[in-house]
């Protein structure tokens, strides 16, 4: 396996453009159910889009393993590490999320990053998950906290 870009020139092209619109929502979904806070699936999948197109300046968008990821790279302002920040990880066919994380490790080493860190925003099996990802050397280091502060988002 490999990570691959996901564009135009992915050998899995028609499969994943096809799939985008139910992999936006599957995102949305996970993350109102973690979260209790109804994402906006036509946000998601227009910044899927942009990143396609190589527009979209939040995430990268590639596959490892049988999941679509979106990351980033910075530093940590708390750190001296160089990390391959996972945004999102939605499963677009059949596989195991073991060769995912495998896939990802193997792409941050080849990007010159330090660390990898994987979030757990949109796992509805976060025990699972994360008891996965400790197995495997991985350690929870944070977690986020948010309040709507406006009529608008609560």
């Known amino acids: 396996m490999t990570v691959r870009t996901v564009d135009v020139h992915h050998p899995e092209w028609p499969l994943i453009r096809d799939q985008l619109p139910k992999l936006a929502h599957r995102v949305a979904l996970a993350t109102e159910v973690k979260t209790g806070i109804a994402p906006s699936p036509d946000r998601i999948k227009r910044s899927l889009d942009l990143a396609c197109l190589g527009h979209e300046d939040n995430f990268v968008l590639v596959t490892a393993g049988p999941c679509l990821v979106?990351?980033?790279?910075g530093q940590p302002w708390w750190g001296d590490m160089v990390a391959l920040s996972e945004e999102f990880v939605v499963r677009y066919k059949p596989g195991n999320f073991a060769d995912?994380?495998?896939d990802l490790e193997q792409?941050?080493?080849?990007?010159?990053?330090t660390a990898l860190v994987i979030s757990?925003?949109?796992?509805?099996?976060?025990?699972?998950y994360g008891n996965y990802l400790k197995r495997k050397g991985f350690r929870e280091v944070s977690r986020e906290y948010m309040k709507g502060i406006d009529d608008r988002e609560t």
Do not use: D, P, W
């Open 70 to 73: 979106g990351y980033n790279i």
């Open 107 to 113: 792409h941050a080493l080849a990007l010159g990053c």
């Open 120 to 128: 757990s925003l949109a796992m509805v099996r976060q025990e699972s």
């Open 100 to 102: 995912t994380i495998k």
